[in-house]
Structures are given as C-alpha cells and as structure tokens.
C-alpha cells in the first residue's frame, strides 16, 4: 500500500512536492516553489516534513527544489538523495547529502536503504534531472521527475516495460501538440517575417542550451550570444558528459543575432533593461511558462514579443504512449494547472 499526500504540484504548474507513505518509508519526492507570493511553500507542517526518512530532489529547477532551505527551517535533517549536478547547480551546502548517481548504478536497482531499492535514469530535462523507481518487498512506486524522451540535447533513459503500484507521471504540457521540429518551423517563419536580432529569455539550467544547439545547427546564418551563465555551461561541457548528447556550439558570424539570456521571468533589472532595448529595436521570444504577474507575461502580448513554446515536458499523447508501454496499477499526473485523469 502506498499512501499520496500532494503537497503542490497538481492543478498548478509549480510547487511539485509529494509525501509517500510506502510502508515502512516516508519520504518527500521534491520540494518545489509556488510563483504565488502569498502561498509559496508545500504545504506540508512541520510534522509531516520531520516523519520523512528522507528527501528525493529530481533536479534542480525551483518549481522543484527552490523550497529546500524552507525544509531545513521547519527542522528537516534527514538524508538528501539527488545527483552531483543537481547539488553543484543548487549550490547546496547540506553534509546529509546521497549522491545517487555516484552511489547507484544507472538503471539498475540497488539497495538504498535496507528494505528500499532505487533505480534510476536520466530524465531528458536539464542537466542532473532523473527519474526514478522506489521498491518495497510488498510495493513500488514510479516518478518521473520533469520527463521529455525527445530532449535534442539531454540524454534520457526510456522508462518501459516497468512495473508500479503508482506512477507519478510529469504532464505539463497536457494541452500541447508541439514538437522541436514545429517549434523549429515557427521560429523560422519569425525570421522571415522580421528582419530585427532575437532576444530570448529562457531558464538558467535546461532549456537555454537545448535551444542554442539546435538554433545553430539549423541557422548558420545567425550569431549567438550567451549570458555569463549560459556561457560557464557551455565551457563545462566536459564534465557533464553523462547528460549532455555531443553538440556543437560554434556560433557563426552572421548579421543578424539571437541573444540568450538566463532570466525566463526577466526579474533582473539589468535583464528589463535589454528588454525594454528588444522591445523598441527587436523582437523578444518567450519559449516558456509566463508566471502570473512576471514582467514576461506583463510585455507578452506586445507587438514585438512573441510566444513560441519549446517543448521540454511531454502532452498527453506522449504520457499515454508511456502509460501503454509500461505496466502501472494507478496513474497521477503533475505539473499541469489542469487536473487530468486518463481514461
């Protein structure tokens, strides 16, 4: 028996956070935050975050971790289980801390705890993101973390023909049918139409990448720009062979220029500035979730912004395809502000 308590993440695109209760395991799969400033926590008390046994983080977005230090506050010690990436990109300073992909082997369960077995994949989504099994001898369970097998970028690991009593399944893009390649497509339609340099405002880890790969494989005509934290990942690239695909970042010196730009909200007042640059002299793309009240949403529907969404979570179509090449008792899908059964 498996017992879920959702502390965010259902009927709204952040704050994903859950409590298991798998006999005899509590534990807390992610610990994200809420962009609603009144309400940001999980709502989880006190006595709920100290019965865990321990804390999965999936990766180090903050819709999934960015609640971790609110954890501690209300007394969490228990151990951590995340990836060495996930904790560098966090900057996390926490003793406590598993490191599963130094600690377990990839896909392969392994004992974590006596009485626990993990297994573990890389999830597509950004560097250190995973998925991952929890088994018990009397139940297992599935989370997917933020899943996207179609990554042009980030290696993932396909979850298939695996067996779950509950598998909690990422479903942002619910509503979506886009691809890479109709993103692609949109993209260059814009290009044809305009003859402005593109600012684009995307996430600090995952997504900036993945579109500068594929923007220069496909526009040699176009010169990148990449901001200071864009640009310290691309000159990691060595290190963090196990999730990235081989990729070639050599920008051309084309007229016209597409510069990246690691605030997605554009929160930063340097980073309103050059937007308000964009705003009279370009064209702004936004490739993401405007968060309510962001100074993105606030400019998008301007007339030189445009909103052309890069998939990096999978529609409905793709989680039922996932849903019929596995074998799951009962399905949860997270991550969406529409609340989804499947049928």
Known sequence: MI????????????????????????????????????DPYPHLDSTEINQADFLIISHCHSDHAGAFQW????????????????YELLHLDYDNTIFIDETFPRMKASLCFPGLEIKWGRSGHCIGSIWLTLATSQSKLLYSGDYYPD??????????????????????????????????YQFNNLLERSNHNLLMPVPKNGRGLELAALILSQRSDLKLILDESLFKQYTQL????????????????????VHLISDPQIQLDKSRQLAEWYLKNGTIILSGTCYKD?????????QHVHTLIYPIHPNLTMVKELIKHNHFKKVVLFHSQEIIEIS
């Open 3 to 38: 017992r879920l308590s959702v502390a965010g993440g259902i009927g709204e695109h952040g704050r994903n956070c859950f409590l298991i209760r798998q006999s005899p395991f509590t534990y807390i799969l992610d610990c994200g935050l809420s962009q609603e400033t009144f």
């Open 71 to 86: 954890l501690r506050q209300q007394g969490f010690q228990k151990p951590l289980l995340c990836t060495r990436a996930t």
């Open 151 to 184: 990554s042009q970028l980030y290696y993932c690991d396909s979850i298939d023909q695996t067996d779950a009593d509950l598998a909690i399944i990422d479903c942002a893009y619910a509503t979506q049918t886009f691809t890479a390649a109709d993103w692609l």
């Open 238 to 257: 060595e290190q963090n062979k196990l999730w990235l695909k081989p990729y070639n970042l050599k920008s051309s010196d084309g007229i016209r220029s």
């Open 294 to 302: 962001s100074y993105a949403e606030q400019i998008s529907r301007q």
